[in-house]
């Protein structure tokens, strides 16, 4: 087909389009589609422009409808990330981007979106992880596993789920709601210091026994491609160190590695070597910093 061309000429002639049988037409697809009633008589020369124009938006409407509808249904979920921590001979920190920590151990899978949306911050879970969660009482986190659904707003506690039907949940601080999804009538709330697991279609409630294996987490903790500034928020956070960055470049640094209870010294000086950068204790912090 050759492209429209405008040659100057205005002698174009005076196209006019046949209203009458345009009408006819709509009238009689309306008809078809039973958006008339058979009791009304046949006054399709009667009906006026704006009546049949009302009818046609009742035929617009009845035909799009069901395409919106379907192209709701399948909008696209936010892209998810999976963490599969098989292969993996230590816990694996995940820091998400609302400053929640996850500590996965082996053999578990771990998904969250790329980015939380506006009303929830939802992930999933089969197998175990410990779960340092910030709190945002606007924006609930929201973990679903193989056999339940847990609620938190701000709280740290040990989750162990898998597809299997296996649920345990040790609350360190704050408090979890837990639903079952078999059957949501079914649902409580624990404190810190409770054990919630699950026999049958019941959840058990029982008091924790202070040992050891609540810091697993702790003991060997590997950081994969991590940022710097995200390395030693965990490190704070969960050894007697007190480590800081010279500037926003320095944290950005990414790092690859795996500490086993390290003194503060030790740490650092692994940190430096890989990284190219200085390390100095400055009002009690040790700072890092770029090599000049």
């Given at each position: 087909m050759k492209p429209f061309q405008n040659t100057g000429d205005t002698n174009t002639e005076d196209f006019s389009p046949d209203t009458g049988q345009a009408w006819k037409k709509l009238y009689?697809?309306?008809q078809q589609d039973q958006l008339i009633p058979d009791t009304i008589p046949d006054r399709r020369h009667q009906m006026t422009p704006?009546?049949?124009?009302a009818a046609a938006a009742v035929l617009v409407l009845a035909v799009i409808t069901p395409f919106i509808y379907r192209s709701y249904l399948r909008q696209p979920a936010a892209p998810m990330i999976r963490i599969d921590t098989r292969n993996?001979?230590?816990?694996?920190?995940?820091?998400?981007?609302?400053?929640?920590?996850?500590y996965i151990a082996r053999n578990s899978v771990f998904s969250y979106p790329v980015s939380f949306?506006?009303?929830t911050r939802k992930v999933e879970l089969n197998g175990e992880a410990f779960f340092d969660i910030a709190p945002d009482p606007a924006k609930p986190f929201i973990i679903e596993t193989g056999?339940?659904?847990l609620r938190v707003l701000g709280t740290a506690f040990d989750l162990q789920s898998t597809h299997e039907g296996s649920f345990q949940l040790s609350v360190e601080r704050g408090k979890v709601e837990v639903t079952l999804k078999a059957d949501p009538s079914r649902h409580t709330?624990?404190?810190?210091?409770?054990?919630?697991s699950t026999l049958g279609n019941r959840l058990v409630r029982s008091k924790q026994?202070?040992?050891?294996?609540?810091s697993w987490y702790r003991e060997h903790m590997h950081f994969k491609d991590e940022n710097?500034?995200?390395?030693?928020l965990v490190l704070n956070r969960n050894f007697n160190t007190n480590f800081a960055l010279a500037d926003d470049k320095t944290g950005k640094h990414k790092l690859t590695v795996t500490f086993q209870r390290e003194t503060a010294e030790t740490m650092a000086g692994l940190i430096c070597t890989t990284l190219n950068l200085k390390s100095q204790t400055i009002n009690g912090a040790v700072v890092f910093s770029e090599k000049k």
């Open positions: 009689t697809r309306l704006l009546a049949l124009m993996e001979t230590a816990t694996l920190i995940r820091p998400l981007t609302d400053g929640s920590l996850i949306d506006r009303k056999t339940a659904i709330i624990a404190m810190a210091g409770e054990i919630i026994v202070a040992t050891g294996q609540n710097l500034e995200n390395i030693i």
